[in-house]
């Protein structure tokens, strides 16, 4: 018990993470903890959204256990399944029995790319029962008012394979994730990279020209992340146009056409 | 050789016509200096031009010897088939043209030298896209420009040494012209009242009043030489443009730079037009060449700064102050009027043209709005059947002006002076009015808002119009009959939402299921052959979905066991428990389970090239899915009024996809209108009965749904977006594909945020739609 608890200490967040609000999701968020409410985040990718569960659970001194669904994710992955030690059964709690138990945020992180069968367990949990039975152990964890859960997915994609069911995203409380107005990106990035004023401007303007290109071919523009890891590479000493091209046109697409404008477009930025 | 050995040789290779002798002879008179394998290599080349045109071939013999002069032996056969592909492009006489000089048209063309071409240049497309942030077309013109919609750019750009420094001229211009919209350069209107215009005018008595709100051009004309205004007022904005490019886009200002320098010098050296001293040097200073005083210094980062010149900040309003400033500075010079010669790398701005496509979207809300209104009055009097007519209240009694414009008003503004005296402006009779009726349709109020923000008020002449267009009584207002297609079956009628009364009409619309004819065309094989290359391509990718293999874990069984299962179910069974028996992995191929339906609109919208590209997507698309093994069934609908919504089936579920089906593809043609909710409704209704574990609706359409009654505005998109509704409802993914000139606010309302695409360039289309459907189903 103690080995998990310490274990459990150790997702817990001390410093605390650069996070600057775009509007009242903060408030949203800690109104959903105070009524047990469990959180959806939806947005395009790298906006921000897993770095705003960081901010929460800091902001909430909670542990923070993020699951990073994908489809081949099963249910024991989730709860917890029997182990063989020495001549011995145990029962090893899964990550989201293991935050039931000690009342810490459980995020899962792209939640459709987990299979629907899988995402159902969260349903007991996820309404005002906030119960997760654990049928091997016939338990029923009921959770703590200090549990958290919180789940996140892109809408952006258009696949009519991966959506959300309705009854699944109906318990939540939704709050939508957008790339920040420019001012308040450059400041993120000119954080969080820790680049100039000027360049980061520059990497912002770069980023809301290829959010434009929908029509063109481009599902996805650049996110803040892919802005950021230019502003670092450009903050190690890399050229500037290599920078971007290396961190924001290559990741962007394989198509060359779009490629070719996507690197002009950094050749009159940069 | 000799003339005879000659002869002898060229007739071997063009049997079996005979030609002329004379004509033989005079031209490989020409060859006779050549050395003879050269003479052979010459000769060689006959067999392939000949056949395509004996002139041809003539003017080849009469050109191969001066050619051969500068052309190594290996080119021949590049330059022979460059030859060509000229005829066959351009005809005889533009291959004559290029095999005459073999130095400048295809030597040149291999070293790059010939400079770049515009068409050449598809991503520049994208490149416009994302540093105007709005759909613009990039136009070959004579100089560069915009209109605000289209940016111009020369067809091609020889004017430097390289293809790179050529391509990147392209782009510095492109940028320019976009900067002026990005700058509001033709965005600017001034008001009689405001002081600069009343200065101007204090200062030149011109006579007649200006309009009430000035353009850039009627700014123009305020001076008495307003070429010369237009020239200072080019030359200071040149100079906020490149403020902004510096400020925006400084990696385009640095490499531009050596660019810009380069024209400077060449004009420094080549005046161009005798200017006014002061002009020109003020020319001189936008250029950066040695005439002004303050000469861009070499390997400075932005633009030198005179004391005037403006702040990145500045705007347009500052340059038009500016302009009159400068233009003063000149009443009292004695040298004569010289109109500027345009900077290379802005041209001539075309305030003219920008106004005239605002202009223009000016006239096309006009004629919506008088033809709305129009209907409307037509239609209200006797109660037609035409479709949701009662919202529509009929004209009170008379048909006179006043009683049509009552119905344009709301109920206290029903007056066609305008009511508020303190408008001074010299109104022509604008029936002013700030809230328009409640009874108008959604569509008409739009429009109307949009008509009075754009002039102050809705003139009486669209009413009046409206009146006239209507008192000639319904033109061809009323259905035809269709008689193309056979009906299959008696009518089905669906119910149509009324978001008026948040409800539906019942047993509204009459759907009528015909099977389209099969038409004989070719357009299967010359759209397969088209596209070659990338339905090899298309076929691949298709396949690969197809083979989407994975591992299952924890199956009954299976060709390995699954470690992790295994263990599990000893710990289990340790621990007391009955284990689990699925304990294999199996490697499965990827049940695709998914039905789509395809439904495309075949109003007379699509007319044309739309109608065309879709049919290629059609027969792409289908030919992808073939591969695939997704079933899907077509259908086209069109049609009239609410008793005659056609569906036109093209292929259903069950029928393979052949020859017969491929030729109703062809068949499928622009025909009325588009009323989209039972069209939706119907196919959700068939689509409803096949079993998939996926069903997609994917809707084909080229903006609005509309039909000829009042199915339009608000009413139309509230009854689609409905449609599309019940269609999720009942499990089925609807997604649309809409093809329009530019994006409009409705579609994400209609189609759902991420339920839709919209594609601009309708070219496109036959290519993305595989690639939509493949990333929808992925």
Known sequence: MAATHELLMEHLIKTEP?????????????????????????????????RFMHHLAWLLKRPLITISCHDDLSTSDLVGRFLIKGNEAVWVDGPLTMAVRHGAICYLDEVVEARKDTTVVIHPLADDRRELPIEKLGEQLTAPPEFMLAISYNPGYQSVLKDLKPSTRQRFVAIEFTYPPAELESSIVGHEAGVVAELAQSLV?????????????????????????????ISSGMARRRACRAAIVEPLTDEPELLAALNEMVNSLF | MTMVDLKERFFELITPPLPNEWEVEENLEKLRPLAPHRQELVLRQIPAIWPVSNSLCYSYLASAGPALECLADQQINDWVSAILDTYEQQGLRAAQHFMADAETNYLCRLRGEAGVELAALPHLQTYAQGVTGQPVRLAPGPEPGTDTETIFLPAKIARFATPEENFLYYKLLLTLQAGLLQIGTYQWEVGRADPLVLAVRATYPTPGTPPALLNLNDFFQLFPNPRRAEDLFTLVEAQRLLVWLAATFPGLWRDGQPLLQQLAEAEADHLPGALNDRMAQLRGLVMGTPASTDRVEAGKTGPSRPAWFPAATSRVEETAA???????????????????????????????????????????????????????????????ESAPAEPVPPPKGSNDQSATAALVLAPDQKSLEAPEPQTSSPSQNLVTLETLAEELPESLQELGREIIKDLGGIPAEYVSAAQGLAGHGPLALTASPDTSGESLAQPLTYAEWDFRRQGYRRDWCAVHEKILQPVKSSLIETTLAKYRGQVLQ???????????????RRQPDGNDFDLDAVIEALSDRRAGRAGSEQLFIRLRRDQRDIAVYFLVDMSSSTEGWINLALKEALILTG?????????????GFSGMRRTRCDFYRVKDFAEPYNAEVKSRICAIAPREYTRMGPALRHATTLLQKVEARTRLLFVLSDGKPEDYDDYKGKYAIEDTRRALIEAKAVGIHPFCLTIDRQAHDYMAHMYGEVNYIFLDDVRQLPLRMPAIYRNLTT
Request: net charge positive.
């Open chain 1, 18 to 50: 650069f996070y600057l609000p775009q509007g009242d999701e903060l408030e949203i968020a800690r109104a959903a903890y105070a009524h047990g409410i469990p959180l959806l985040l939806k947005g395009p990718t790298g906006c921000g959204k897993t």
């Open chain 1, 205 to 233: 303007r770069l980023g809301s020209m290829t959010r434009k290109l929908k029509d063109e071919g481009l599902v996805e523009g650049a996110s803040t992340r892919l802005l950021i890891h230019a502003g670092k590479l």
């Open chain 2, 322 to 384: 500016r302009t009159a400033a400068l233009y003063a500075q000149f009443a009292n010079s004695t040298q004569p009027d010289q109109a500027m010669v345009p900077l290379p790398w802005l041209g001539r701005l075309l305030p003219q043209a920008a106004w005239q496509v605002r202009m223009r979207e000016r006239q096309q809300a006009k004629d919506k709005f008088i033809q709305g209104l129009a209907l409307l009055l037509a239609n209200a009097p006797p109660p037609t």
């Open chain 2, 538 to 552: 298309l076929r691949k990718q298709f396949e690969l979905l197809r083979a989407g293999e994975r591992f299952v």
């Open chain 2, 623 to 635: 030919t992808a899915l073939e591969n695939l093994g997704d079933r899907f069934a077509i259908a």
